[in-house]
């Protein structure tokens, strides 16, 4: 029976020693990863990627705070998993323990150290996130300047010869423009040229055959004194139908 008692006294003395390293161990990580955090946010706060759009050392800039930023996250990550670890291990501990005798103190303290790595995560996922946010700014800041550095550095130059190229570009326009307004005159021409020579040619047959036939020349000048006459008659009896309609109207 002593025996018993003894051996249950040295698992209980293993069992704390056991869980009193557990938290040693998450108690230095919390606190290697609140300064680590302290830091982070420091830097989140005065982080500026403007400088890194500077001609003059853009790889020196690029190493500076840049690599500060990433070197830190990835340390902060590795004490976030180790502390995961280690709360995983007290969590399994404690639960083994519980199983023989429940204790409401180990429950409270592996709850209270998973509160801690709980908010260490969100407040580190929350810095990181505000100094992406501020490294996108930047980097469109930094295009935005580029643009307008290009811009202004650009010699006279190159502007002029830009202008002058434009503008051989548009007179090259309006000479092909002319030659075309030039071809469709030309062609008009020649089809007004074609029409008055078939014109004179109809011209001259009727000329011959009134001349040869005085009967024919008779009879076309009664057909066009009959014409005219039908086109007086026509008009008269237009005009008397329009006076009698207006006089209708205002009547």
């Known amino acids: 029976m002593e025996?018993?008692?003894?051996n249950i006294v040295i698992s209980s003395i293993g069992d704390e020693n056991k869980m009193r390293d557990y938290r040693k161990q998450a108690r230095q990580l919390e606190n290697e990863i609140d300064l680590k955090l302290i830091s982070f946010s420091k830097l989140g706060t005065n982080y500026s990627f403007s400088d890194n759009f500077s001609d003059k050392s853009p790889l020196l800039?690029?190493?500076?705070?840049?690599?500060?930023?990433?070197?830190?996250?990835?340390?902060?990550?590795?004490?976030?998993?180790?502390?995961?670890?280690?709360?995983?291990?007290?969590?399994?501990?404690?639960?083994?323990?519980?199983?023989?005798?429940?204790?409401?103190?180990?429950?409270?303290?592996?709850?209270?150290?998973?509160?801690?790595?709980q908010d260490y995560s969100q407040e580190f996922q929350k810095t990181k996130s505000?100094?992406?946010?501020?490294?996108e700014r930047e980097d469109l800041l930094g295009s935005v300047r580029r643009d307008i550095n290009a811009y202004k550095n650009s010699s006279g130059l190159n502007r002029r010869t830009d202008l002058y190229l434009k503008e051989n570009e548009h007179i090259?326009?309006?000479?092909?423009?002319?030659?075309?307004?030039?071809?469709?005159?030309?062609?008009?021409?020649?089809?007004?040229?074609?029409?008055?020579?078939?014109?004179?040619?109809?011209?001259?047959?009727?000329?011959?055959?009134?001349?040869r036939f005085p009967l024919i020349n008779s009879l076309m000048q009664?057909?066009?004194?009959?014409?005219?006459?039908?086109?007086?008659?026509?008009?008269?009896?237009?005009?008397?139908c329009i006076i009698v309609l207006l006089l209708y109207m205002f009547h």
Do not use: C, W, Y
């Open 222 to 240: 009664r057909i066009n004194i009959r014409k005219r006459r039908d086109s007086i008659i026509l008009a008269s009896v237009i005009a008397t």
């Open 130 to 135: 505000n100094i992406n946010a501020i490294r």
């Open 61 to 117: 800039n690029k190493g500076g705070s840049e690599h500060m930023f990433e070197t830190m996250e990835m340390e902060i990550e590795q004490l976030l998993s180790k502390l995961t670890e280690v709360n995983d291990r007290m969590a399994e501990f404690t639960q083994n323990i519980s199983q023989a005798s429940p204790s409401a103190a180990l429950l409270h303290t592996l709850q209270r150290h998973r509160d801690i790595l």
């Open 3 to 6: 025996h018993e008692t003894r």
């Open 172 to 211: 090259r326009n309006s000479e092909r423009l002319v030659d075309d307004q030039i071809s469709v005159a030309i062609a008009t021409k020649e089809s007004l040229e074609s029409q008055k020579k078939s014109l004179s040619g109809i011209t001259q047959k009727m000329n011959n055959l009134a001349n």
